[in-house]
């Protein structure tokens, strides 16, 4: 499969299998209705709790922009209102003049401050709590903010003191003292207005917002999603056609859509190779029945006088060999599963003595070097490290009995086999001086049927081993390969 197709599964059909797992659903039950599912109650929660965001970020700002208004509006009438009293002789009014003047501009004393000297202009009767004082000459941003909602959550008979700088006359500061009872009665007011007017407004916003995703990514995901299950229930039936659309979502619809029917062809190529699979085991199953009955035979001729025969017997013997370890190798490559290892203390001396014999050194005049700690072992599959040792010995016999150096004698071929403790681990090297690998196939020597090991290699010793290995916990790789010879290394629990 591509990146691309896999990025669809990670992010469409695995959170899908996941959600019906978890839910219990079979494979086959009916779907649930998409508009009570789990992305559209996500948005319409998600639609919902931004539309209260925007009210709020449109209140709040508002509610301190009124507060302020409302305070600067009682200073500048209590500035006018103070400097018609400054007009009169003696700056002296009597009680009526001075509870008018204070009715209508809504505060209870006008303070004027200049140059350090407070003078007192308009003055109401002793208040039952101290104001609270506001300068409205240099406020935070988080004060302005905080200043509506103390007020509306305030004492009833809670008093403000207002300073700030005197726009219609001279001097310092202008500083008026007013019941904050009008001002939170207003200010209630023009919330409710502010918070029916922002609801009215981001609950219209909020439900085109839900409306435009419902079209756009709502639906198109519900379509996804019922081709995936359609999919999934039966994968032999006529996918539905992706969109034309150009976004990501139209990508999805036509990545999921060349998903598919790879996945079509892989399920109609593991049923094809199923059913080879089965031909080509009742075949070896034949073919072993005739190649023992040839190696009969040749056993027979073994004892033959004539000069011919005895010629010909050596290769006969070869080419029986080889087809018997060619079915064998395709029987155990074949299987479904190897079985579960079972890991014992395996000693690794009488190991590599039973796996050179069945690998044919003994009669060979290929010579074993080994270097082994004493008493050394690891904790492996005794018949799966059987195996391992003798496909790897093996390889190496068959590589060097056709190398023209060692039909020729130049150079006598050798295998040395080493091992060294490193922790936890036991690493084994297995070197000969052959001819080296090809590079052609060095980068695919692990894949079945690729074979580097000479004339009688089936290509799936390699392939074998290394799946022997991983089971153990193990590995298994090639650390060189050239004119002087090659290494591997297999690496198992100490």
């Known amino acids: 499969m591509t990146a691309a197709t896999h990025r669809v599964y990670h992010w469409a059909i695995k959170p899908l299998t996941a959600l019906r797992d978890r839910a219990g659903a079979p494979a086959g039950a009916q779907p649930v209705p998409r508009m009570i599912s789990g992305l559209a109650l996500r948005l ?20 301190a922009g009124f507060h302020e208004r409302w305070l600067r509006d009682r200073l500048q009438a209590a500035e006018l209102a103070s400097t018609a009293v400054e007009a009169l002789p003696y700056s002296m009014v009597d009680d009526e003049v001075a509870e008018q003047l204070m009715t209508i501009g ?81 200010l209630r007011a023009t919330l409710v ?52 659309r150009r976004d990501e979502i139209g990508q999805v619809e036509r990545e999921l859509a060349r998903m598919q029917g790879e996945v079509r062809l892989a ?30 035979a040749s056993d027979r001729m073994a004892d033959s006088a004539d000069p011919a025969v005895a010629r010909a017997l050596p290769r006969l013997e070869r080419a029986l060999g080889r087809a018997t370890a060619l079915t064998r190798n395709v029987l155990d490559y074949g299987k479904t599963e190897e079985p579960e290892p079972q890991l014992k203390r395996v000693a690794l001396g009488p ?19 080994r270097h082994l700690p004493a008493r050394l072992s690891v904790t492996a599959d005794p018949d799966q490290l059987h195996r391992i040792l003798v496909n790897l010995m093996r390889n190496a016999r068959q590589a060097l009995t056709d190398t023209p150096e060692a039909l020729s004698g130049t150079r006598p071929p050798r295998l040395e086999v080493s091992a060294e403790v490193r922790g936890p681990r036991v690493c084994i090297r297995l070197e000969d001086n052959g001819p080296g690998i090809p590079p052609r196939i060095e980068e695919q020597l692990f894949k079945p049927f690729v074979s580097g090991s000479g004339r009688e290699g089936s290509g ?16 298994l790789r090639l650390v060189s390969t050239g004119p002087q010879g090659t290494r591997f290394e297999l690496v198992l629990a100490a």
């Open 44 to 63: 319409l929660l998600l639609t919902v709790i931004f539309t209260f965001a925007v009210g709020a970020l449109i209140i709040v700002p508002n509610a």
């Open 106 to 186: 809504g505060v209870q004393a006008v303070v004027v401050g200049d140059q350090g000297v407070r003078r007192l202009l308009l003055q109401a009767p002793n208040l039952p709590r101290a104001p609270d004082v506001i300068d409205l000459r240099g406020r935070s941003t988080w004060t302005r903010l905080i200043d509506p909602w103390r007020t509306l959550f305030g004492h009833p008979d809670r008093s403000i003191r207002v300073q700030a700088r005197p726009r219609y006359r001279s001097g310092d500061y202008v500083e008026i003292l007013a019941p904050a009872e009008p001002l939170k009665q207003e």
């Open 193 to 244: 207005n502010s918070l029916l007017t922002a609801v009215l407004v981001a609950g219209l916003a909020g439900l085109m917002l839900y409306a435009a995703l419902a079209v756009l990514v709502l639906r198109p995901l519900n379509r996804v999603t019922r081709s995936i299950e359609r999919f999934a229930g039966d994968p032999e039936s006529d996918p539905e056609p992706p969109s034309d």
């Open 267 to 296: 399920l109609r190529s593991r049923a094809r190779l199923a059913a080879l699979g089965e031909a080509v085991a009742k075949i070896n199953h034949d073919l072993r029945n005739m190649l023992s009955a040839a190696q009969i």
């Open 351 to 369: 190991a590599l003595t039973a796996a050179a014999q069945d690998a044919g050194l003994d009669h060979s005049e290929l010579k074993l070097v």
């Open 460 to 475: 799936l010793g390699l392939t074998i081993s290394r799946e022997l290995a991983e089971a153990q916990g193990g590995s």
